[in-house]
T-cell receptor
C-alpha cells in the first residue's frame, strides 16, 4: 500500500478564515512533507517532519502552521492567507534515508 | 541557480513510438535521481529511480539512463501510450546539505498523439 490520503480535495476560504488541511499515511514512513505547487511549476518544499519533529521549514510565512500529531498524520493549519497562496498543496511521505517520496492527491486551495 | 534542468517544456510523440525525456544537472554531489509523472490537479506519482552507481535501470516500459560524466539522465518510454500524456519531473537528491530534499526540474509536458 503506497497511498497517501489528503482532505479536503478542494477548499475555498476567505482571507480572514482559519482552516486546516489533513494528510494521512499508513506505510510506516517516518518522514512527512508539505509542498506547494503552482500551475506549470515543480512542487515547492514547505516543511519536513522527521520522527514527528519539524526538521525543515523553508522560510514559510507564519500564516502556515504545520502540525504532526503522530507518525501517520500531518496537518497544515491556515490563517489569514492571501490570494497568492492559492495553489495545490501536496503532502508526501518517505522512509527516512530513502529518496522516494510518495505523494497524496493534493488539496486545491483557493483564497478569495 | 537551477541545479536540475529539463530544457524541453513539451514533447509530442506518436503512439507506439519511443518517448525520450531529458534532464541535466549541475551538482556533482547528487547521488540519486528520480522521475515523477503528474496529471493535472493530482499529486506526482513516482515512476522510476536510479542510483549514481548505476547507469541504467529498467521497469517495464520505462528505462532511465544515467551519464555521470555528462551530468545527464534520460527517461525512455517504449512503447508510448495515450495514458502516458502527462508532465514528467526529474528530481535529484544526495547533495551534502539536502537533508532528504528533492531538487526538482521544471518539468516536461509529454503529449502522445493517437
Amino acid at each position: 500500500d503506497t497511498e497517501v490520503t489528503q482532505t479536503p480535495k478542494h477548499l475555498v476560504m476567505g482571507m480572514t478564515n482559519k482552516k486546516s488541511l489533513k494528510c494521512e499515511q499508513h506505510m510506516g514512513h517516518r518522514a512527512m512533507y508539505w509542498y506547494k505547487q503552482k500551475a506549470k511549476k515543480p512542487p515547492e518544499l514547505m516543511f519536513v517532519y522527521s520522527y514527528e519533529k519539524l526538521s525543515i521549514n523553508e522560510s514559510v510565512p507564519s500564516r502556515f502552521s504545520p502540525e504532526c500529531p503522530n507518525s501517520s498524520l500531518l496537518n497544515l493549519h491556515l490563517h489569514a492567507l492571501q490570494p497568492e497562496d492559492s495553489a495545490l498543496y501536496l503532502c508526501a511521505s518517505s522512509q527516512l534515508g530513502w529518496n522516494e517520496q510518495y505523494f497524496g492527491p493534493g488539496t486545491r486551495l483557493t483564497v478569495t | 541557480d537551477q541545479q536540475v534542468k529539463q530544457n524541453s517544456p513539451s514533447l509530442s510523440v506518436q503512439e507506439g513510438r519511443i518517448s525520450i525525456l531529458n534532464c541535466d544537472y549541475t551538482n556533482s554531489m547528487f547521488d540519486y535521481f528520480l522521475w515523477y509523472k503528474k496529471y493535472p490537479a493530482e499529486g506526482p506519482t513516482f515512476l522510476i529511480s536510479i542510483s549514481s552507481i548505476k547507469d541504467k535501470n529498467e521497469d517495464g516500459r520505462f528505462t532511465v539512463f544515467l551519464n555521470k560524466s555528462a551530468k545527464h539522465l534520460s527517461l525512455h518510454i517504449v512503447p508510448s501510450q495515450p495514458g502516458d500524456s502527462a508532465v514528467y519531473f526529474c528530481a535529484a537528491s544526495g547533495a551534502a546539505d539536502s537533508n532528504y530534499q528533492l531538487i526538482w526540474g521544471a518539468g516536461t509536458k509529454l503529449i502522445i498523439k493517437p
